[in-house]
């Protein structure tokens, strides 16, 4: 007898651009015998920020307000999340300077569900998301799972390795022509590594309200930016500059990046707009709430002062501009001709082969290193290595124009981040083998 059918839905799913390698290894038969360096997806490696880290180890102590958890019991919070899981949100944005009387915090699964919950509250079928190509991933998929249609600018990486700057007047043709409702903007861009400053972000922002569209401020990297210039944010555009501002921004926030806490899945949806935090809360009271334990690790950070923060963050970009710039420099030499995205923001540059290769397809590569690819010359933890990176094809509306590119996530220690470039080079010679060329 078969089996009962699977879905529409779940016959024709496909892996995430960021989790496909992952899926793809995971099938191979000699998976224990090669060892991957994974940088197609963001999972910080760094040790979690040290308050957060104190309260897990203690959560059934005395003092903490998780004393239930000493008789067993782990009961739910309210949905919005705790109050002090709720401002230790605010404290983190308001640690750069940034004002933020007047915002409402909203306790999410991650980074994560803070885009679903804002996709589902500002947009609707005829009311699509705007993007800026190449857009993080999980946008277009989390629209298309809640049945959001989306539409997008695009940008351009240049030969000198600078991706041009979304222009401001196809933004504001792309809204009026879609009927977008809400235009996202991650200023230290995910996927591109581009940085977006405040001018700039101003700029869009009068966009937004000559459009009457919300403006989405992802900011799960704040603070770190290499290029000198101070940080920028949604939060940063005052009413004095940009008259009208206040009530139209929704910002997305996470723990996993800056504070080195992926897998506790902490983040938050903020807005200075009353009804839509009401409402969004409404929507999100079928989850019940985000982790307990989650939210009493963060509450940690609101027991930081600012200036404790800001030195973190200030430590973190020290740390990632170093690490970033010598891993794309590496990149440069070892596979000469190749196009590298200038690393100006948070923890991501793209590689592009387009002069190496023009008929290079970056997801056939990306599948090979996952289900076939074995180096052993350049071991990983003592095995023979391979290398998982994101094909950006997912990151465009047309898969074509990033054919050619990847992403890579400094995700890793130095060491092994200088393993990257080798790898690729020599898993690149097998790929092309396969292919049948020399």
């Known amino acids: 007898m078969q089996p009962p059918r699977l879905s529409e839905i779940a016959e024709s799913a496909e892996a995430s651009a960021i989790r496909s390698a992952q899926e793809a290894f995971r ?19 760094l040790p979690a920020h040290q308050g957060m880290l104190n309260r897990a180890r203690d959560v059934d102590a005395d003092h903490h307000p998780l004393g239930p958890l000493k008789k067993g019991s782990v009961p739910y919070t309210a ?24 915002l409402y915090s909203h306790i999410t699964a991650g980074g994560t569900g803070a885009m679903e919950l804002m996709i589902r ?27 959001v249609p989306t539409t997008s600018v ?29 235009l996202v903007v991650i200023p230290y861009d995910n996927p591109s590594g581009q940085f977006l400053p405040q001018n700039f972000l101003n700029e869009l922002a009068r966009i937004c309200i000559e459009a009457n569209v919300w403006m989405i401020g992802d900011e799960a990297y704040r603070g770190l930016v290499y290029t000198g210039e101070p940080p920028s944010s949604i939060w940063g555009i005052t009413e004095k500059e940009v008259p009208g501002i206040k ?8 723990a996993s990046k800056v504070f080195n806490a992926c897998g506790v899945r902490m983040g938050a949806l903020v807005t200075d707009n009353q009804k839509l935090h009401q409402q969004a809360v409404k929507l999100a009271t079928p989850e019940l709430c985000a982790s ?25 970009r020290t740390y990632y501009k170093n690490l970033i710039a010598k891993t794309a420099q ?43 690819g074995k ?15 994101a094909p950006m094809g997912g990151f465009y509306s047309n898969p074509e124009s990033g054919r050619t590119q990847m992403r890579v996530a400094a995700v890793s220690s130095e060491d092994q981040m200088l393993l990257a470039p080798k790898l690729c080079a020599e898993l690149l010679k097998q790929y092309e083998r396969s292919r049948g060329q020399k």
């Open 27 to 45: 099938w191979r038969s000699d998976n224990r015998d090669v060892n991957p360096l994974n940088l197609a997806i963001g999972n910080v490696s």
């Open 79 to 102: 949905t919005v999340g705790t109050d002090a899981a709720r401002a230790a949100i605010l404290n983190v944005i308001g640690a750069p300077g940034f004002d933020t009387e007047g």
């Open 121 to 147: 509250a500002c947009c609707e079928k005829g009311r699509p998301l705007m993007l800026i190509e190449p857009y993080y991933t999980n946008y277009k998929e989390l629209a298309d799972k809640v049945g």
């Open 154 to 182: 695009s940008r351009t990486l240049q030969e000198d390795g600078k991706f041009s700057l979304p222009d401001l007047e196809q933004v504001r043709a792309q809204i009026r022509a879609t009927g977008a409702n809400a």
């Open 247 to 254: 009530g139209r921004r929704v910002g997305i926030e996470s």
């Open 292 to 316: 307990v334990l989650g939210q009493h690790m963060i509450e940690a950070l609101n027991e930081e002062s600012q200036e404790s923060i800001v030195k973190w963050i200030e430590k973190l």
């Open 330 to 372: 590496a990149f440069r030499d070892e596979i000469p001709g190749l196009v590298v995205s200038s690393p100006d923001a948070s923890i991501y540059f793209v590689i592009d082969f387009r002069k190496i290769l023009p008929d290079f397809d970056a997801k056939a590569f990306v599948n090979f290193c996952a289900a076939k």
């Open 375 to 389: 180096v052993d010359s350049v071991p990983v933890n003592g095995k023979p290595g391979t290398l998982f990176l």
